[in-house]
């Protein structure tokens, strides 16, 4: 079994900068891929960004240029700095992992965490 344990969410004004992290732990796994998607109030969750064990990235169209994801891969951790924050971005964010454990392949979610974007 893995756990993902999120953390880092809260206010931020707009234009602001906020981290989050996503620890993963558990024995016996690989980390394949780590990323987050989010969901605001009445819309649909939606993948926000994705990082490679291997470094490749991939961020939806809306955050590219304002987020960064990252990976510290001695640490099992995931990171996602948010920059020039705007309302839009309010919503929940969840942590996922696509790990491998004992042979296979097997997804992973954190808790969630809320963001706001708020004067």
């Known amino acids: 079994q893995v756990q993902l344990v999120e953390s880092g969410g809260g206010l931020v004004q707009p234009g602001g900068s906020l981290r989050l992290s996503c620890a993963a732990s558990?024995?016996?796994?690989?980390?394949?891929?780590m990323g987050w998607y989010r969901q605001a109030p009445g819309k649909e969750r939606e993948l926000v960004a994705t990082v490679a064990r291997g470094g490749n990235t991939h961020y939806a169209d809306s955050v590219k240029d304002r987020f960064t994801i990252s990976m510290d891969n001695a640490k099992n951790t995931a990171y996602l700095q948010m920059n020039s924050s705007n309302l839009v971005d309010t919503a929940v964010y969840y942590c996922y992992a696509d790990v491998r454990l004992l042979s296979v392949n097997s997804y992973y979610w954190g808790q969630g965490t809320q963001v706001t974007v708020s004067s």
């Open positions: 558990g024995s016996r796994f690989s980390i394949n891929v």
